[in-house]
């Protein structure tokens, strides 16, 4: 255990693909400088892509497009059930068709300050950039944003901005734009351009003379196991907040590809670095398999109160006025009911861990919106929110009308991923990674609405431009699938299979899954300590080492088996959940998302220390279960300069 | 609350496959369906037994993974996803049957999880429209009436759960299939793909080995999306003027 | 389907009108029947419309028959395994109806034809007094049955056809399913009705 904290650090990492210059160039610049290859190539040229999510998904018909042959997977049934098909919110982008001050230098600056200057500008900058480009394209694919009256479209503000950059689709701007680029990826398929396998999972990356060449998947409806080679490996799998089990997050989401992919030499960046969303519907008991996220949107016209009363159970109906607390109009008189995530989330632990939690165990704060409907009439707001509403009253069976909302945070997104450079390439030579799976553009903390962005920017139009250029670089000899490195990734996962099968124990993978989260929930969640991060770095080990003595998987590798994706999943979580753990201890700092308590000022608010922790953390995997290397990458802003976040 | 269930067990496609009984004891009402299948699994992994397999993923109605036919309604007896039906709506004692979706474009895979790539075939067949990346005019090159936006997005709504087939006595796929072509014909950037969209895709539907319509509406009582009846009215149309159009 | 079950809904909604001349006696309706014979003289030769629509009718029913079948086989072999939980019948009574009706319906046709038209079945037979022929057959009770179960399975079959009609050719949206709705059941009324005051005004006795 004390192996795995001396850990050593190594050689700072450096983004040598980022150009230098003026900002507002920066892209325009790498673009023309970056190698072409010849169209006639390009069918030469295959590209894995792993992941059909936003940005597998528009990266895989964008790269079919461009003439590359693409393999694609997905562990679904279908490409359209990635669950980047849950996010309701929005989409930014700084058109400024409302006039209202929007420009690429605002999104710029308030996602590099959203995020807690943890982020680099130049990626930032061209995220804001590509913004503009994601909704031309998604309007000619068909996407139905919200109109208005006249026919254009319409926006709204959303996470505390000031000005009105989010596009959306009713409650399912993910749905939409995921559907959008899944009839793009399906013209393709049909086209014979990308070849798809759904219900196919990524299991390892093959490495041949240090570059990624391609990856071994099983195959979940037979079980077989199969060797897929490229001249690239793009991953595109999403976030791992299901580390916690209890998240946002699909049951399905994974750490499998990235980890695997660490394993074979990718740095994980950030891994602490997860997002905790401060309205979801609270959990109801035990039986408990996941979280419902209900939109932040809410907290434009709700207000968030808890009994001044500890241990009050008396209906929410039946306290009267002055005994409730407003807990964030009191503490946040600026900003009230909508500071951003991390500080509502923080607020509402913080009154829930001292007694004043409402509903099952006391994990729970009401949202009102009696004031809302007194003020604009009932039937506004259920125009407003009324598909919102439906969802909750279907969930909780309780009318939000007649009485307060109750809600509670949980975990939402994943910051942190696999590093990659200006290129976004991980630092094993021709494996990329995009979407939710690298370690984005977000810094500490994402900015509502803003993860659609750069799935799609990343998809449609980082990935295919820089792609190019290594593959025109690379001098890729030809691949056999008899090579040794193939041979040995096939074996390794193959053992791990039958391992699994072989153990026959006596709890089952969702029972260790369920303790991990737990335990992750507590030590390394909403705010994390020294001690209590040292504990769980203690107890992970041995659950990991119990989970392989005495997990249970019935049945075969050899045929459909649920029990078996599970128990492989909860298995690289067991071990990323370590890396979490140990980024948050070394971290000794607060920022965005992660909340370390020694790192706080006397009014409780996050306090960061640039001074010592302004850079990237890139882990370097070793082997499991000891330590891991730290190299740091240094940020430095040249455009927006680091201010202490305020919101009181 | 105590339960019975009658849970289709087929181990693959080739197995002949049958229903099998089980008790499930303390279901809170406040559980979802699938959890309360989970409870079961669990319990069955515990004892030896292979846990009943079913498709699911996002677990709050927008993925369209889920999917069983309970007491012979498709996704159950509210007008939800069967991750969103919640135990509340049963009692105490209850027997319930669980089955998959019966189609033969369909094909079982195992216990309660179905093949529904045809659906994915039909999108492939024309549910697109040609927009290849960076080659877009600006957004508000062209204004769409909010009419059309709104039909646009009441029939894009549909998450491809195939509850619709599964509802439809004759194994029709006409409402997920009108609801992709009313979203992308209603739309001007939809407009040049107009007519050999809604041919090719209604052709890649009957290829597929979906039933006809014959108007029986069990399709549309059965989607947690509410996608109209009318659809398929409309469809019918756009295929009527696509066939003369082709045929002139 | 919806092509041919149209025009002979057409057919019907004529028939039903000539039928109810009836109530203007015998000689009224029998001169209608004749003039039926004479429709498009002199540029047709006697009865040659009639056959035109005959021939029309036969193919119709012919038509709408077949389509029938293999609709129902594909669908049948589209849903090769059924439920074990049969499903309750909420909107696919229609379907059920559909196809039963239209098998009841057929076999009526055949039998009217062989009744009114041969004459082969009727109790008076005497041709070209098709009033007779009426009012004989509306004597006897089991005759009644026949007509009053086949006007029934009309009703509902042209209840839900015409709807469905109006639904296969895209003639029906959001706008107009309600009114569309309304007039399938005006329409399923009216006929019914309109053909079954005949049978009951012979069996008593306003016609005889
Ligand atoms: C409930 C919810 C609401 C949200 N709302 C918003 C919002 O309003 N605005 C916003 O900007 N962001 C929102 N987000 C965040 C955003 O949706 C995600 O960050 C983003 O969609 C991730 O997209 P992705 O393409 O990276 O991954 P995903 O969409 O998660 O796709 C992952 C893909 O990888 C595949 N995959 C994973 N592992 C493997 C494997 N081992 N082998 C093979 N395939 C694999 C999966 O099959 C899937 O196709 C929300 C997130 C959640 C959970
Ligand atoms: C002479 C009287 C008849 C009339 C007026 C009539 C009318 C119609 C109409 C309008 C439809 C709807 C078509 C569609 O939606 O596509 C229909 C459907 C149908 N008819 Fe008839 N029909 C008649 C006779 C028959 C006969 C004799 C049969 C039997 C062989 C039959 C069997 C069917 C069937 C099976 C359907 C399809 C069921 C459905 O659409 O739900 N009909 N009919
Ligand atoms: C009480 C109800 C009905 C009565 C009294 C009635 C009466 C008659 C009579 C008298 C004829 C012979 C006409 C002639 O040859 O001059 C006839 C023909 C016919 N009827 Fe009816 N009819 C009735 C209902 C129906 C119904 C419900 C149908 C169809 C479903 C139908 C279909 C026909 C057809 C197809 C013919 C043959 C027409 C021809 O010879 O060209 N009838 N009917
Ligand atoms: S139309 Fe409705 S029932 Fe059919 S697939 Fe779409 S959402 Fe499911
Ligand atoms: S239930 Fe089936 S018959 Fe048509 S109206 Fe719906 S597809
Ligand atoms: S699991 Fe996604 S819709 Fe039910």
């Known amino acids: 255990?004390?192996?795995?904290?001396?850990?050593?650090?190594?050689?700072?990492?450096?983004?040598?693909?980022?150009?230098?210059?003026?900002?507002?160039?920066?892209?325009?610049?790498?673009?023309?400088?970056?190698?072409?290859?010849?169209?006639?190539?390009?069918?030469?040229?295959?590209?894995?892509?792993?992941?059909?999510?936003?940005?597998?998904?528009?990266?895989?018909?964008?790269?079919?497009?461009?003439?590359?042959?693409?393999?694609?997977?997905?562990?679904?049934?279908?490409?359209?059930?990635?669950?980047?098909?849950?996010?309701?919110?929005?989409?930014?982008?700084?058109?400024?068709?409302?006039?209202?001050?929007?420009?690429?230098?605002?999104?710029?600056?308030?996602?590099?300050?959203?995020?807690?200057?943890?982020?680099?500008?130049?990626?930032?900058?061209?995220?804001?950039?590509?913004?503009?480009?994601?909704?031309?394209?998604?309007?000619?694919?068909?996407?139905?944003?919200?109109?208005?009256?006249?026919?254009?479209?319409?926006?709204?503000s959303f996470g505390g901005v000031q000005v009105s950059r989010t596009f959306y689709a009713r409650g399912q701007t993910g749905q939409q734009l995921l559907l959008g680029a899944y009839q793009a990826l399906s013209r393709q398929i049909d086209a014979g351009n990308v070849e798809l396998h759904a219900r196919t999972e990524m299991l390892d990356l093959i490495v041949v003379d240090g570059r990624a060449r391609g990856i071994v998947a099983r195959d979940l409806v037979t079980g077989e196991i199969s060797v897929h080679l490229a001249d690239a490996v793009v991953l595109a799998s999403g976030g791992y907040g299901n580390v916690f089990y209890l998240s946002t997050n699909a049951k399905g989401s994974n750490a499998t590809a990235i980890w695997r992919a660490h394993r074979r030499g990718a740095y994980f960046g950030n891994p602490c670095f997860t997002q905790i969303h401060p309205t979801c519907i609270p959990r109801s008991g035990d039986h408990q398999s996941k979280l419902t996220l209900m939109s932040?949107?809410?907290?434009?016209?709700?207000?968030?109160?808890?009994?001044?009363?500890?241990?009050?159970?008396?209906?929410?109906?039946?306290?009267?006025?002055?005994?409730?607390?407003?807990?964030?109009?009191?503490?946040?008189?600026?900003?009230?009911?909508?500071?951003?995530?991390?500080?509502?989330?923080?607020?509402?632990?913080?009154?829930?861990?001292?007694?004043?939690?409402?509903?099952?165990?006391?994990?729970?704060?009401?949202?009102?919106?009696?004031?809302?409907?007194?003020?604009?009439?009932?039937?506004?707001?259920?125009?407003?929110?009324?598909?919102?509403?439906?969802?909750?009253?279907?969930?909780?069976?309780?009318?939000?009308?007649?009485?307060?909302?109750?809600?509670?945070?949980?975990?939402?997104?994943?910051?942190?991923?696999?590093?990659?450079?200006?290129?976004?390439?991980?630092?094993?030579?021709?494996?990329?990674?995009?979407?939710?799976?690298?370690?984005?553009d977000h810094g500490a903390n994402r900015l509502g609405a803003s993860a659609l962005m750069q799935g799609l920017a990343d998809g449609y139009f980082v990935l295919p431009a820089t792609i190019n250029d290594y593959l025109a670089t690379a001098k890729l000899a030809s691949v056999e699938r008899s090579h040794p490195a193939v041979d040995a990734a096939v074996s390794e996962v193959d053992d791990r299979l039958r391992r699994l099968l072989a153990v026959d124990g006596d709890r089952t993978p969702d029972s260790f899954h369920r303790e991990l989260g737990e335990l992750m929930w507590d030590l390394c969640g909403m705010a994390r300590t020294d001690a209590g991060l040292r504990k769980a770095l203690g107890r992970i080990p041995e659950l990991r080492e119990e989970f392989w003595r005495r997990v249970k998987v019935p049945g075969t590798g050899a045929e459909l088996n649920q029990s078996l994706e599970k128990a492989n999943r909860v298995a690289d979580f067991l071990e990323l959940a370590e890396l979490m753990c140990l980024d948050a201890l070394h971290r000794a700092e607060s920022c965005g998302g992660h909340f370390r308590e020694e790192s706080q000022s006397a009014d409780g608010e996050a306090v960061r220390d640039d001074e010592n922790f302004s850079y990237v953390a890139a882990w370097e995997f070793t082997s499991a279960g000891s330590a891991p290397v730290l190299h740091k990458e240094d940020l430095s802003f040249e455009y927006v300069h680091p201010t202490q976040r305020s919101y009181a | 609350m105590n339960l019975t269930l009658r849970i289709w067990r087929q181990r693959s496609p080739e197995d002949k496959g049958s229903m099998v009984t089980y008790r499930v004891e303390d279901v809170s009402p406040e559980m979802s369906f699938l959890e309360m299948l989970d409870v079961l699994n669990e319990d069955l992994i515990l004892r030896g037994e292979e846990p009943v397999a079913f498709d699911h993923d996002c677990r709050e109605g927008i993925c369209g993974a889920c999917g069983m036919v309970i007491n012979g309604q498709a996704h159950g007896p509210e007008r939800t996803t069967t991750c969103q039906l919640h135990m509340r709506h049963f009692s105490d004692g209850d027997t319930i049957d669980i089955e998959p979706w019966r189609a033969s474009a369909f094909p079982v895979v195992k216990d309660l999880v179905v093949d529904r790539s045809a659906f994915d075939r039909v999108i492939q067949a024309g549910g697109y429209i040609t927009a290849p990346t960076g080659s877009a005019p600006d957004a508000h090159a062209t204004a769409v009436p909010k009419a059309a936006a709104d039909y646009a997005f009441e029939h894009a709504e549909c998450i491809g759960c195939g509850a619709c087939v599964a509802a439809c006595p004759n194994g029709s796929a006409m409402l997920f299939t009108s609801a992709k072509i009313n979203h992308l014909n209603v739309l001007p950037q939809g407009a040049p793909e107009r007519e050999s969209r809604v041919l090719d895709m209604v052709s890649a539907m009957d290829e597929e080995g979906f039933g006809g319509c014959t108007n029986t509406g069990e399709c549309t009582l059965a989607c947690p999306k509410g996608i109209p009846l009318q659809s398929i009215a409309d469809m019918n149309r756009e295929f009527l003027r696509a066939s003369t159009k082709r045929g002139r | 389907?919806?092509?041919?079950?149209?025009?002979?809904?057409?057919?019907?909604?004529?028939?039903?009108?000539?039928?109810?001349?009836?109530?203007?006696?015998?000689?009224?309706?029998?001169?209608?029947?004749?003039?039926?014979?004479?429709?498009?003289?002199?540029?047709?030769?006697?009865?040659?419309?009639?056959?035109?629509?005959?021939?029309?009718?036969?193919?119709?029913?012919?038509?709408?028959?077949?389509?029938?079948?293999?609709?129902?086989?594909?669908?049948?072999?589209?849903?090769?395994?059924?439920?074990?939980?049969?499903?309750?019948?909420?909107?696919?009574?229609?379907?059920?109806?559909?196809?039963?009706?239209?098998?009841?319906?057929?076999?009526?046709?055949?039998?009217?034809?062989?009744?009114?038209?041969?004459?082969?079945?009727?109790?008076?037979?005497?041709?070209?007094?098709?009033?007779?022929?009426?009012?004989?057959?509306?004597?006897?009770?089991?005759?009644?049955?026949?007509?009053?179960v086949a006007m029934l399975a009309l009703g509902l079959h042209i209840r839900h056809g015409f709807w469905s009609a109006a639904q296969t050719i895209g003639a029906n949206n959001r706008g107009r399913d309600r009114s569309l709705k309304v007039v399938a059941n005006v329409l399923a009324v009216a006929l019914t009705a309109g053909f079954i005051v005949v049978p009951v005004a012979v069996m008593t006795g306003v016609v005889s």
């Open chain 3, 1 to 148: 389907m919806a092509g041919t079950g149209v025009i002979m809904l057409l057919f019907l909604v004529v028939h039903m009108l000539g039928n109810l001349k009836i109530f203007f006696g015998a000689a009224e309706f029998n001169s209608y029947a004749g003039w039926l014979r004479t429709i498009g003289e002199p540029v047709l030769h006697n009865s040659w419309y009639l056959w035109v629509q005959r021939f029309v009718l036969v193919v119709c029913v012919v038509l709408h028959a077949i389509t029938a079948y293999q609709l129902s086989r594909r669908d049948r072999a589209a849903r090769p395994q059924r439920y074990q939980h049969r499903p309750p019948a909420r909107a696919s009574y229609a379907t059920h109806t559909m196809r039963w009706g239209g098998v009841i319906l057929g076999l009526f046709i055949i039998w009217h034809i062989l009744d009114l038209t041969t004459l082969t079945v009727n109790p008076l037979g005497q041709a070209h007094h098709p009033y007779e022929n009426v009012v004989a057959d509306f004597r006897v009770w089991w005759v009644n049955i026949i007509y009053i």
């Open chain 1, 1 to 156: 255990m004390t192996s795995y904290l001396s850990y050593e650090v190594g050689e700072p990492v450096v983004d040598r693909k980022a150009p230098d210059g003026p900002i507002a160039e920066r892209w325009n610049r790498r673009r023309f400088e970056a190698k072409l290859v010849n169209p006639a190539n390009r069918r030469k040229h295959t590209v894995i892509v792993v992941g059909t999510g936003l940005a597998g998904g528009s990266a895989g018909a964008t790269l079919a497009e461009q003439g590359y042959r693409v393999v694609q997977f997905c562990y679904q049934d279908s490409p359209r059930r990635a669950h980047s098909i849950a996010a309701q919110g929005g989409i930014n982008a700084a058109k400024n068709y409302r006039n209202d001050g929007d420009s690429v230098h605002r999104l710029f600056y308030d996602t590099v300050k959203g995020g807690d200057f943890r982020s680099r500008e130049s990626n930032v900058h061209r995220l804001a950039e590509a913004s503009v480009e994601i909704i031309d394209q998604c309007v000619a694919q068909g996407v139905p944003f919200a109109r208005e009256y006249g026919g254009l479209l319409d926006t709204r």
């Open chain 1, 296 to 440: 932040e949107s809410l907290r434009n016209d709700g207000r968030i109160w808890v009994p001044k009363a500890k241990g009050d159970t008396r209906p929410p109906n039946e306290i009267p006025e002055d005994e409730r607390d407003y807990y964030l109009e009191r503490i946040y008189p600026a900003f009230g009911n909508l500071v951003p995530r991390d500080i509502a989330s923080r607020a509402a632990k913080n009154v829930c861990d001292s007694g004043h939690g409402v509903g099952p165990g006391g994990q729970g704060v009401y949202l009102d919106f009696a004031d809302a409907i007194a003020r604009m009439g009932r039937d506004k707001v259920a125009e407003k929110y009324g598909n919102l509403f439906e969802m909750y009253e279907r969930i909780t069976a309780e009318d939000p009308y007649t009485r307060p909302m109750r809600i509670y945070p949980a975990v939402h997104y994943t910051m942190g991923g696999l590093w990659v450079d200006y290129d976004l390439s991980t630092s094993v030579p021709g494996l990329f990674a995009i979407g939710e799976a690298n370690f984005s």
